[in-house]
């Protein structure tokens, strides 16, 4: 009614009814109703009226206000949005993808061993070998199947630092960071072999890694 009583939307009473009144009464933290007016400017603009062009919720234009229509063009337009929302989603970095993948990925691996009867759950079939075996064949699949190290210097070469071209820098950097990481897991398996093998005493990380 208040809308209709109106010749140009309120967007400014809009966003305190919703804001401040509906959702901010149930708010208590002033940072998160900071975070919920910012958010709800994005959308309750005048933009978001123009006919001409799809007001975009994200940056990529992946998610749009879908133009005036019937039922099913609103259920096509959901439809159409992918089936695992995207970091820019929620007004998140795509750099929030890093942090659920890693999380989906220990989920996985922690079933997968759960599913398997873990290391040393022995298991009843027979013919699975000990845990000692089974762990030992992993570390092997693992050594073959790890890339070798960047040659740095190569690449150095190729894609020299430059005024216009400041990540190369960058890629340099990471690409060290990955042979010290790549290092590192090399030498623990290689580690974790020699005391499967009775060469060497398992110490408490080679133990964490073996479990």
């Given at each position: ?109 922690e079933t997968l061993v759960l599913a398997g009867g873990g290391v ?11 845990s000692e075996e089974v762990v030992g064949h992993m570390v092997s ?53 020699k005391a499967l093998q009775g060469l060497q005493v398992m110490s ?8």
């Amino acid at each position: 009614m208040y809308i209709d009583e109106n010749v140009d939307v309120p967007f400014d009473a809009l966003k305190y009814a919703i804001g401040e009144c509906n959702y901010g009464g149930r708010v208590t933290d002033d940072k998160d109703r900071r975070l919920l007016n910012t958010l709800l400017s994005r959308v309750y603009r005048p933009e978001i009226l123009d006919a001409a062009q799809p007001f975009k919720l994200s940056a990529s234009g992946t998610y749009v206000v879908p133009p005036e229509g019937s039922h099913g063009s609103y259920l096509a337009a959901l439809d159409a949005l992918p089936a695992f929302p995207q970091p820019e989603a929620f007004g998140l970095d795509d750099n929030a993808d890093i942090t659920k993948d890693l999380q989906q990925t220990a989920s996985m691996l922690e079933t997968l061993v759960l599913a398997g009867g873990g290391v040393g759950g022995g298991g009843g079939g027979g013919g699975g070998g000990s845990s000692e075996e089974v762990v030992g064949h992993m570390v092997s699949d693992m050594l073959e199947k790890l890339p070798a190290n960047f040659d740095v210097e190569k690449v150095q070469l190729k894609y020299p630092v430059q005024y216009d071209q400041s990540l190369n820098q960058v890629l340099c950097q990471e690409m060290l960071r990955y042979n010290r990481l790549l290092a590192i897991i090399r030498e623990s398996l290689v580690n974790l072999d020699k005391a499967l093998q009775g060469l060497q005493v398992m110490s408490s990380e080679l133990d964490a890694v073996f479990k």
